[in-house]
């Protein structure tokens, strides 16, 4: 209890961050019956030692009386919670220690002040750690610190929303049979990704060996989502961008991406036909492909993009590209990323009828069925992104925002994606060897930490839109050490 209690401490210091303390910081704990309350006692004896004002407020019948009397010690009262309690509203911090796993539905959870900054204690109250179903009175929280081991409720439904960053503490306790086969992408493990899959090789390269992204994209519906999407490739550092749009919306591409270079079918047929020379000792013409935003889903695919469909080379394939990838599983390495709604047609198109509400429900199981039906990553997009590959295994992205549910920004995910996808240092190879689906879907989960980070920043400086991501993408790419 006592280093569950040190990890919260060290956590409220980290968002407090000014040493030596501010006059009038308070922390405040809020106190529930069980351990998570002793634990919350005992952090907050810890920050009385380190000079912090502290106060503790009792919502329960009892609470944990060692931990008591060590917070009393160390110079802490403790008083019972009640509505109008004056040191919640003047709390710089607020400490939620009432529930852990133990938490049911239903039980009374105090009210705090709209936009204070609370730290979870293991998780937010409110929030069923299973099942991930939050209560309306939930704790949103700014940071959770979690201990031993990820929670499944903290990663699925509702939690993403309201646990804020998460720290997961080990302690010496042998928690392997909780271990979930999910794991959380944050911005500290997507560095880690990238800089464990990039070479030092990447100074010596030419354009072509540094990757080039065939974009397949645009119609005369949609001419727009072309455009986000090449720019945002191009904005990530793009070696070159190729992209196949149908004639009507080209010269409107030229102007607006000058960067990009044209791409027809027979230049599609051409670049697939190099790939396959490459093991002959050429250079292969494009390593990757981005398919799908603002295509007409109504106009067939020509013979040469149900080639690239049919090649080996890695490809993201986004909005209608859904509907033109062929159904059932591919030998393709490809990242299919739908939002909900999508993924319901998917599923559908593979013989598996399910409903919105089933898939928010249980996102990870869904996503899971459609990679085994299609053999690819599939990356769920919404508040929270799953990914997750046909082996059952998964990663989920809550380093999001709210503001980037708006029109075009799940086509900058794509060019963020396409980019990564086809830099040969980050996937190995030029772009004719299989990519393993593991790769694929660690530099899906990277892609979306950087989009979500984009997200972040646009939203710090204003209002968000497709194109203010886009700007700040070179920036934001920086931050990840590109
Ligand atoms: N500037 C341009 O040129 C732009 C062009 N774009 C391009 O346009 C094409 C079609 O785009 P689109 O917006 O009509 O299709 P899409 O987003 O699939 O919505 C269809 C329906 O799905 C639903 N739905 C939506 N989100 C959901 C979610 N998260 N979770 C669950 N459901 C969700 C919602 O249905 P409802 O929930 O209302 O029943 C909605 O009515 C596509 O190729 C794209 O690339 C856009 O990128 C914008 C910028
Ligand atoms: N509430 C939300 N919070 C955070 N991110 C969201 C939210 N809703 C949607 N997103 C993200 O915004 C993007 C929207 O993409 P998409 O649905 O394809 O729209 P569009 O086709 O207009 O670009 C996705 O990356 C998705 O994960």
Redesign the pocket.
């Known amino acids: 209890m006592k280093q569950a209690a040190s990890a919260l401490a060290a956590e409220a210091v980290d968002m407090l961050g000014e040493q030596p303390v501010a006059p009038g910081t308070l922390v405040v704990g809020l106190i529930g019956p069980g351990n998570n309350g002793g634990d919350g006692l005992y952090a907050l004896a810890q920050l009385e030692d380190q000079g912090y004002a502290t106060a503790a407020l009792q919502c329960g019948p009892s609470v944990h009386s060692d931990a008591l009397s060590v917070y009393e010690s160390a110079g802490g009262r403790i008083a019972p919670y009640s509505q109008d309690n004056q040191p919640l509203a003047n709390a710089t911090l607020i400490i939620d220690a009432l529930y852990g796993l133990g938490y049911r539905s239903g039980a009374e959870l105090p009210r705090i002040p709209r936009g204070s900054r609370v730290l979870a204690c293991d998780l937010p109250s409110g929030l069923n750690p299973e099942t991930g179903v939050a209560d309306d009175k939930v704790l949103l929280a700014e940071r959770t610190v979690t201990f031993g081991a990820m929670k499944s409720g903290l990663l699925t439904g509702d939690g993403p929303l309201v646990t804020g960053d998460i720290t997961v503490v080990p302690l010496d306790f042998d928690f392997t049979g909780q271990a979930p086969r999910t794991n959380l992408i944050d911005k500290q493990a997507a560095l880690q990704l990238l800089d464990a899959h990039r070479s030092w090789r990447d100074a010596g390269r030419h354009k072509y060996q540094r990757g080039v992204l065939g974009l397949i994209a645009g119609s005369s519906?949609?001419?727009?989502?072309a455009q986000?999407t090449a720019r945002a490739a191009v904005n990530c550092g793009v070696g070159l961008l190729r992209t196949h749009v149908p004639e009507d919306i080209a010269p409107l591409l030229a102007v607006a991406v000058p960067e990009t270079v044209p791409l027809d079918d027979d230049q599609i047929r051409e670049a697939l036909s190099s790939a396959r020379r490459y093991v002959h000792g050429r250079g292969a013409k494009i390593s990757s492909w981005a398919i799908?935003?603002?295509?007409d889903?109504r106009t067939p695919p020509t013979g040469a993009i149900a080639e690239v469909f049919a090649s080996r080379q890695p490809a993201v394939i986004?909005?209608?590209g859904l509907e033109l990838v062929p159904a059932g599983p591919s030998e393709q390495p490809r990242v299919l990323t739908p939002?909900?709604?999508?993924l319901r047609m998917l599923l559908r198109r593979a013989g598996v009828t399910v409903t919105?509400e089933e898939i928010t429900a249980d996102p990870i199981r869904w996503t899971r069925w459609a990679a085994l039906s299609y053999n690819a990553v599939v990356l769920l997009?919404?508040p929270t992104n799953y990914i997750v590959a046909p082996d059952g295994s998964s990663l989920v992205v809550s380093h999001t925002a709210p503001q980037l549910?708006t029109?075009?920004s799940?086509?900058v995910l794509t060019g963020i994606l396409g980019y990564l996808l086809s830099d040969s240092s980050l996937t190995g190879v030029n772009g004719v060897q299989t990519v393993s689906n593991r790769r694929m879907m660690e530099l899906a989960a990277c892609a979306a930490v950087i989009h979500g980070e984009a997200g972040r920043a646009a939203a710090a400086c204003g209002t968000v839109n497709?194109s203010r991501l886009i700007e700040l993408l070179p920036g934001i790419m920086k931050r990840f050490g590109f």
């Open positions: 519906l949609y001419p727009g989502a986000l799908g935003p603002g295509l889903s986004d909005a209608s939002h909900a709604k999508e919105i997009k919404g549910a029109a075009g799940g086509d497709a």
